[in-house]
């Protein structure tokens, strides 16, 4: 019996300044193990630009992203 062997893509996240995670730091990545001081202290950190502004080039709106992948995982129109 043979097992397929399946590839799965997934793309990488940014940190709270919406960069890609490997120009972050850790000051500016969010860990599983985060303390909740720090958590709360990046969360307030977090790049997003209010509505109408555009984004930088190169950044994404990280609190948005951070929303749509941990808080709604689920829904497909974040």
Not at 9 to 23: E, F, K, N, V
Not at 39 to 46: A, D, G
Not at 57 to 66: D, F, I, Q, S, T
Request: aromatic share 8%; no cysteine.
């Amino acid at each position: 019996m043979s097992k397929e062997i399946l590839f799965l893509y997934i793309p990488t996240s940014h940190d709270i300044l919406g960069q890609p995670l490997i120009m972050s730091s850790a000051r500016t990545r969010i860990s599983i193990h985060e303390a909740e001081k720090s958590l709360s202290k990046k969360i307030r950190k977090m790049y997003a630009p209010p509505h109408g502004q555009e984004i930088n080039k190169g950044r994404v709106n990280a609190l948005l992203e951070y929303f749509k992948y941990s808080v709604f995982p689920g829904l497909k129109t974040v």
